[in-house]
């Protein structure tokens, strides 16, 4: 549960103030990455107190719960390729970054011409591609290290 601070335009304090309040903690908390609560995807308002008013202004104190999403280790989290490189995989979801590095890649082959990964299925004495990624593809990925910086989670991971 998270607590914060709101001014409301005085043109605001109708029947739509509850929308209004809503729109202006929406506005502040969605799609934000902080360290304290992660990545917060939706929010629901538990109360809304009024405070005061300042230089004309309202003010509320407003209460509310939220679902946020955090890269902690041991976590597995689904990204999209953004980059496919000799070094490593480079992906991205809202909030957070993450580098699947080519040395925990003993079983995937790097191809610079095809800019992809790929790693062979072996089973029934057949062999052949298994699986193929490249920009774009979702993956899997558990996290091993991460480090907040710029509003971002930064993570490094291992396929899964």
């Not at 001014?7 to 309040?21: A, I, N, T, W």
């Not at 104190?61 to 597995?76: A, M, Q, R, W």
């Not at 999209?80 to 580098?99: D, L, R, S, W």
């Not at 072996?122 to 699986?131: A, D, E, M, R």
Request: glycine share 10%.
């Amino acid at each position: 549960m998270l607590r914060t601070s709101v001014s409301v335009q005085p043109k605001y304090l109708h029947s739509g103030l509850k929308d209004e309040v809503h729109r202006l903690v929406k506005e502040k908390y969605i799609g934000i990455s902080r360290p304290d609560t992660g990545y917060i995807t939706s929010l629901e308002i538990k109360s809304i107190t009024c405070t005061g008013v300042h230089k004309g202004i309202p003010a509320f104190n407003v209460h509310f719960s939220y679902y946020s999403e955090t890269p902690d280790i041991g976590k597995l989290i689904t990204f999209k390729v953004t980059g496919v490189f000799a070094q490593g995989i480079f992906m991205e979801k809202p909030g957070m970054k993450c580098m699947v590095p080519s040395n925990t890649l003993p079983e995937w082959k790097f191809s610079q011409d095809k800019k992809n990964y790929s790693n062979t299925c072996v089973g029934n004495g057949t062999s052949g591609v298994g699986h193929v990624i490249v920009i774009g593809s979702e993956v899997e990925v558990q996290i091993t290290g991460m480090r907040y910086s710029a509003n971002i989670f930064n993570c490094i991971g291992k396929l899964v």
